[in-house]
């Protein structure tokens, strides 16, 4: 099973970008599909965006389209999720998870990490 932590979270205005990172440990990680999901206050967990192994194809919601870039670094054990023209919106807990095959459904993934705090203020 995959290790998962996310990093990069942050206060920034709207408008604005940052850039997550989710660091993978165990040796599934190159061969596991790697997506994010965020949560708001009082809302459901909702996918964001989804890399498939190879890094080859990616998948976004339309809610972000065009605005994130989501790309990993096998050497590194690590993926990236780009967020730029940030809203306020946007302001959610975001996690990365792992599974085998690059869905948008979150009970395809069966590990995840425990959350970064993104805020976006207006």
């Known amino acids: 099973q995959v290790q998962l932590a996310e990093s990069g979270g942050g206060l920034v205005q709207a408008g604005g970008s940052l850039r997550l990172s989710c660091a993978a440990s165990?040796?599934?990680?190159?061969?596991?599909?790697i997506a994010w999901f965020r949560q708001a206050p009082g809302k459901e967990r909702v996918f964001v965006a989804v890399?498939?192994?190879?890094?080859?194809?990616?998948f976004y919601a339309d809610s972000v389209k065009g605005r994130f870039t989501i790309s990993r670094d096998n050497a590194k054990n690590t993926v990236y999720l780009q967020m730029n023209s940030l809203k306020p919106e946007d302001t959610a807990v975001y996690y990365c998870?792992?599974?085998?095959?690059?869905?948008?459904?979150?009970?395809?993934?069966?590990?995840w990490g425990q959350g970064t705090q993104v805020t976006v203020s207006s």
């Open positions: 165990g040796r599934t990680f190159s061969s596991s599909a």
């Open positions: 890399i498939s192994r190879s890094g080859k194809n990616t």
């Open positions: 998870a792992a599974g085998p095959t690059p869905t948008i459904r979150l009970a395809d993934f069966d590990s």
